[in-house]
Structures are given as C-alpha cells and as structure tokens.
C-alpha cells in the first residue's frame, strides 16, 4: 500500500477550494471571448464584457468570482492500493473545505438541516463522490456549485418511446423555462440513461469536462452540437436579457440502462464554471 | 444603446419613471441588501402591522448575500441572487415604501403589477460579475439581522453601481422584449 499523509490531503484540499473560486478556467474566459465577437445584442455584448473583466478582478486573488462559492461539491478517484495515513479521507476532504473557506474569504452558503436552516458557518459538509480505480494515486477535483444554477435543474423518468427526441425536447425546455435565472450564458450538463440517481450524478460528472470538448461517442458528440445550437436559437441571451449567447456548450455523458427505462437529467452550470484538481 | 441613467438613492417617483426596459444605469447613494430570510422577516412584520428595522421610503433592495469581506476592503464579492425567491415578499415591500430592487432573472407578475401599482423599478446586475461589482460599493455596515450572516440586512454606499433596468413602471420587461427580438424559431 502507497501511503498518503491526512495533512497533506486537507492542505491540497483547502488550496483547491481558494484556487477555483478565484481563477476561472482559460476554457470558459476562451468561450466568453468568441461569443463577446459574435454576440448581436448591444445588451448581451455589455454583459460578456463584463463577466471577462470581473474574472480578471477575480484572479488578482481579492474578490472571489461571485459571491456565492458554492457547495463544496468532490469527484475522488481513490487508487485501491492508497492507505490514507492519520486519518479518513471524507474527515480530510471536510476539513479541507473548513480551512479553505475560511483562509480564502469564501462564502458559507450550508445550512445543517433542509428544513430547519441554521447555517454551519464553514460550509461543511462536502458532498464527496468517491470511486475506487486500479492503481496508487489519489486524484480530487473540486467543483464548487452556486445555487442559482443548481435550482433549475431536473431529472425526468422518459420512457424508452420517448427516445432520442424526447431527450432533446426535454433539455431544451428546461434550458427555456429557467430563463434568466442561472445566470446565463450557461453550461448544460446532460445525463441519460442509468437509473433515477445515476442519471442526475452523469449530468453533473458532465460538467467537468472542459468546455469544447466532445462527448467520444460521436452520436452524442452530434447530439451535443445540435442541443447547442438549438439553445443557443431561444434569444435568451446574457442574463436572459435577450441575445445569442445562451449557452457557452453542452455536455451529455450517458450509460446503459434498464429495458423499461429512459433516465435523462439538466444540471445547469452557470459561467462561474469552476474546477480544480490535485493528485497526491 | 440609449444614454446610461444615472440614479441617486433614495429614489423618488420622477427617477423611477425615467427607467425604461433596457436602460442602462449607474446608482450612487446608500442600498440596502435583504435575500430570502430577511425578506420572510419584514413581511412578517409588515403582516403583523408592527415596525421595520429600517425605513425602506425611496430605498432599492438589493437581492445579494455577499462573500466574507477581506480586512481593509468595503465588502467582499457581491453580485446578485436570483430574484424570483422575493416573488412572494416584493409587492409588500413596495408597499411599504421601497421604489425596487436589484437582482438577477425576470420577476412574477405579481411584482410587475406592483411595480405599476407603486410606481417601482426593477434593476439586473450582472450575475457572477461580484468581484466587479464589489468595487462600486464604497461602504458596508450590518443594520439588521446580524444573526443571519450572509443574509443580514446591510447599508451599502455605493458609486457608479452598474445595472440594466429590466422590468420598469409601465410594464416593460426587457425579458420578454429580449427574447422575442433574439429567438429563432425552427
């Protein structure tokens, strides 16, 4: 067994919390910056020029890029042959989180019960999503999620009748109906197939795919594009001010599923789409 | 795009009703900020006919819960919260006095009519631009509510404070003008 100390876990834990809420991706700031030359509303122009410059205000490490730094939200890649040494990995992650919120100026947006809400005020707990794979490293990536865009998200049980198009219908809608609200533009995270839980993690797993990037499968690489494109014609535009920057990409990520069943998931991204990662 | 509006807070009536759908505007003058849990606690009070902790006459609301401010800064990040959360709470803030609130997304009908009926406005800032944001807020101080943290009402001064009149005092709604002049159909 590889041996990976408790401390260094939370210090690379605490680092990645600052380092997404305060450097956006160049993938994202590439994005904005081809859509701030074909967007066509004076309004929506205004808007992209905006959110670029406020990522640069953001990495000057001061303020972070929104207010809201989100749920502390982990994908874990555990290696199988990884003994974490002085501690468990969750309790590491949590308090990492604490440290990190705390040192970097962050918001702490957790409430301890759903109902109840009193805040924690160290926005823990995490939500972690651990995978065991072969091997002696240990990979994290952080992917804080604000919750203006996590409110307009959705699973939908379609039946396998409803098919591809169905799917399709499904995700624009929701893009639709959420209008303005998750701060658009936006990234929509797709998920298909699985089981009722399965399908809404695929939409989120979804998300941490850099931006321009292709589903493998070509069948839904097109899906992708045309989802895209489709939503990109609804003149939701910047902020849902009108315009053709609705959505910056869209991504699906899909796995097989029961005869009787047609799963499908929106976990909508704003721009603020943040993602760091460590290996250890 | 038409001359940016410059607004000086507290608002009257004349100053609401030069924001038209679509106009740009910069706001200098003292704002104060309330999100969900502050708002169920004015309307609570407003219910029960007792007394605000602030005067709300001529005031915007801003829809925000601001990030920890830094030691030495006024405030730390600070850009909008999705607005139809105050759907049900905005008409009586109004009522109460209030000439609008800023925020991001398009509000109900309910608070359209309010915004009529009152004589209002409703402000978008650029949701996720709150590091720029913040640097057009000069001043912060908890007024009300500290217990709520993040959610405290707090006295903001700020200066040129950029935003997009979005829904106006005579009905006009710059999301369902925007999306009819931008959609493709087919």
Known sequence: MREINYNDLVANVAKICIDANYNLG??????????????????????LQQIIENAAIAREGVFPLCQDT??????????????????????????????????????????????????????????IWTEIVPGDKLNVTIAPKGGGSE??????????????????????????????????????????????????????????????????????????????????????????????????????????CHIASLPASVNIQCHSARHKSFEL | ?????????????????????????????PIYTARDAAHK???????????????????????????????????????????YRMDPYAPKILQAGSKGMIGKGEMGKGVADALQKYTGVYLTSVGGAAALIAKSIKSSKVVAYEELGAEAIVLLMVENFPAIVS???YGGNSFVEGLKKYRING
């Open chain 1, 70 to 127: 989100g749920f502390a939200v982990f994908f874990v890649n555990l290696g199988q042959e990884v003994h974490i040494k002085g501690g468990s990995l969750n309790d590491a992650i949590a308090e990492g989180v604490r440290k990190g919120y705390g040192d970097g100026f962050l918001r702490k947006s957790i409430v301890a019960d759903p109902l109840r809400r009193v805040n924690t005020k160290d926005n823990t707990p995490p939500i």
């Open chain 2, 167 to 169: 829904q106006d005092c």
């Open chain 1, 26 to 47: 160049q993938d994202v700031i590439d994005a904005l910056q081809k859509h701030l030359a074909t967007e066509e509303s004076p309004t929506g122009k205004a808007i």
């Open chain 2, 1 to 29: 795009m038409a001359e940016i509006i410059k607004l000086t807070t507290p608002l009257d009536d004349s100053q609401v009703k030069k924001c038209r759908a679509g106009d740009n505007v910069l706001i200098t003058g």
């Open chain 2, 41 to 83: 606690k004015l309307v609570d009070l407003l219910d029960a006919g007792k007394p605000l902790p602030v005067d709300l006459t001529g005031h915007l609301i801003y829809y925000v819960g601001p990030s920890p401010t830094r030691p030495g800064q006024a405030i730390g990040s600070a850009g909008p919260t999705t607005s």
């Open chain 1, 151 to 256: 409110n307009m998200s959705e699973v939908a049980m379609l039946t396998p009748a409803d098919g591809a198009e169905g799917v399709k219908k499904f995700v624009v809608d929701k893009v639709s109906r959420a209008g303005g609200n998750p701060c658009p533009p936006v990234i929509v995270g797709v998920g298909i197939g699985g089981t009722f839980e399965k399908v809404a993690w695929l939409a989120k797993k979804s998300l941490l795919r850099p931006v321009g990037s292709r589903n493998p499968d070509q069948f839904y690489a097109d899906m992708e594009l045309e989802l895209l494109d489709k939503i990109n014609k609804l003149g939701i535009g910047p902020q849902g001010l009108g315009g053709r920057t609705t959505a910056l990409d869209v991504h699906i990520e899909a796995y097989p």
